[in-house]
């Protein structure tokens, strides 16, 4: 694989950086939803191959997502209900919230071309 496939290949909305999966995959655990498959999935058997002389480290690996729109969306409602949970009471975010919306802007994002 050329440097130039694998950015066109990590620049497509079902390419997730694998930290951004991780962290999906701890709270679709915490909160016993069967959408842990698909991440775990994902995890497993997506890793994007890197060209030969990429210089990256592991923080920047990516894994190709696959499912379906209903999964996508119940992946989301998840990550939204989280959010929901740790933001405070006056409104105003936090770190946490902040990447929980973060990951639902990314998986929106890959539901809407599902």
Not at 51 to 62: I, L, M, Q
Not at 94 to 111: E, G, M, Q, Y
Request: hydrophobic share 40%.
């Amino acid at each position: 694989m050329t440097s130039e496939e694998y950015k066109d290949i990590c620049s497509k909305v079902n390419a997730f950086r694998v930290s951004e999966l991780e962290e999906t995959l701890a709270l679709l655990s915490r909160e016993g939803a069967e959408e842990t498959s698909v991440v775990t999935f994902a995890l497993r058997h997506g890793k994007v191959e890197k060209p030969k002389k990429h210089t990256g480290s592991a923080v920047n690996d990516f894994c190709l997502v696959t499912c379906t729109q209903d999964e996508a969306r119940e992946i989301i409602e998840v990550l939204l209900a989280a959010e929901a949970k740790v933001v405070l009471k006056n409104g105003e975010t936090t770190a946490i919230a902040s990447s929980f919306a973060d990951l639902v802007d990314r998986w929106s994002r890959l539901c809407k071309l599902l």
